[in-house]
């Protein structure tokens, strides 16, 4: 497991312990919604945080090729979740990350509508955490 990989797995639990200590509503799967605070947290307030999402998605792909017909998981398929994930930084930063595209890791079909999918993500993530958050 790489560096970037535990950082990615601990902002997602992260992701669960608010969950579930502020009682935050959540309308699909709790794992694809710890899966998307993970990435946005790590995106916008780490330095490496582009690194940590990168070890996530490795992970997920690594596992796809393990185990991923598990259908009756509370978590998506991990091919899912690596896609998710490599969307979702495509959509924060499409030209720092235009290699995900040029290298054919992510298809553009996908990354169409994936600068779309990080910001309506990033700001339900805002508006739940928003009565928690102290302004500077």
């Known amino acids: 497991l790489s560096n970037g990989a535990a950082f990615f797995v601990l902002a997602h639990e992260m992701g669960h312990a608010l969950i579930d200590v502020y009682g935050l509503p959540i309308v699909a799967k ?3 919604a710890a899966d998307q605070f993970a990435t946005i947290i790590l995106l916008e307030t780490h ?3 582009q690194t940590a999402v990168n070890g996530g998605a ?3 792909d690594i596992w796809s090729q393990q185990h991923d017909m598990i259908f009756w998981d509370t978590h998506s398929l991990d091919s899912q979740r690596l896609y998710n ?3 979702w930084a495509y ?3 499409p030209d720092g990350n235009s290699y995900l ?3 054919e890791f992510l298809p553009i079909e996908r990354a169409d509508n994936c600068g779309y999918e990080y910001y309506k993500m990033n700001s339900a993530w805002t508006a739940l ?3 928690y958050l102290k302004s500077e």
């Open 129 to 131: 955490l928003s009565p």
């Open 58 to 60: 490795t992970l997920w």
């Open 85 to 87: 994930t490599l969307c």
């Open 47 to 49: 330095d490496k945080g």
């Open 91 to 93: 959509g924060f930063d």
């Open 101 to 103: 595209i040029e290298n």
């Open 30 to 32: 709790e794992e694809d």
